[in-house]
């Protein structure tokens, strides 16, 4: 099956720093990227959905200006997590798909922990 | 509202048992559903989808749209079925962005 990597799988950064996530797609061109949040025993929260080459549409409750989406290639979208806070921290996992009613590929998540 | 329901936060068997996930939805009009397993130390993986209407690894999945629910099961539970499993939907707009429950483990006991 296609291959979905997230770098780094673990980053500890100190509070009001930024932070970056990186999702590739490996070997398949992904039309849209998803992001989401999980936090310790609870499911998967969806934050973002990011197109190649357009704004990242985001859910509601969830602050665009902190959480910056990337998604400049096909192959490549990235979260920036801006002035992290320690209520940030938490398990981030990206999705990828080569396009609408295709099988959605999971990375296999980052942890953050800001200190 | 779309929403995913998973009332289990853990379910342990013993092999051999009869397993059943439950999963309950709320959507207006026609939902897509899947659910998705995540092995220890493991990436969120796809299991099964409903429109597939396939077994996988012994497990199926029937949509009851007049309960709006979407079970996973399985006659007879196996060691390496232990894992975390997610019932997820397809949610509305687009982009194939899916709404997941809160995940039930699963614990087979040999």
């Known amino acids: 099956g296609a291959v979905v990597s997230q770098h780094p799988s673990r980053v500890i950064c100190k509070s009001g720093t930024s932070v970056k996530i990186e999702c590739r797609s490996l070997?398949?061109?992904?039309?849209?990227m998803f992001w989401y949040r999980q936090f310790p025993k609870q499911s998967l929260m969806l934050m973002a959905t990011?197109?190649?080459?357009?704004?990242?549409?985001?859910e509601q409750g969830v602050e665009k200006d902190k959480f910056l989406i990337n998604h400049a290639s096909l192959t490549l979208s990235t979260l920036t997590v801006t002035s992290a806070h320690p209520e940030d921290s938490s398990f981030y996992i990206c999705?990828?798909?080569?396009?609408?009613?295709?099988?959605?590929?999971f990375g296999e998540g980052s942890w953050l922990t800001v200190v | 509202a779309q929403r995913v329901t998973q009332p289990e936060k853990l379910l342990s068997v013993f092999k051999g048992a009869p397993v059943e996930l439950k999963c309950n939805y709320s959507?207006?009009?026609?939902?897509?559903l899947f659910w998705y397993v995540q092995y220890s130390r493991q990436r969120l993986q796809l299991l099964l989808r409903?429109?597939s209407r396939e077994s996988i690894k012994g497990f199926t999945a029937d949509l009851n749209k007049g309960e709006t629910s979407f079970h996973l099961k399985k006659p007879f539970a196996q060691e390496e079925d232990s894992a975390m499993y997610y019932c997820?939907?397809?949610?509305?707009?687009?982009?194939?962005?899916?709404?997941f429950g809160a995940g039930t483990r699963l614990a087979v006991h040999p």
């Open positions: 999705s990828a798909t080569r396009g609408y009613g295709n099988t959605i590929y």
């Open positions: 070997d398949f061109q992904a039309t849209t």
């Open positions: 990011s197109n190649e080459g357009s704004k990242a549409t985001y």
């Open positions: 959507y207006s009009g026609s939902p897509e």
């Open positions: 409903h429109i």
């Open positions: 997820a939907l397809k949610g509305s707009g687009g982009y194939n962005k899916l709404i």
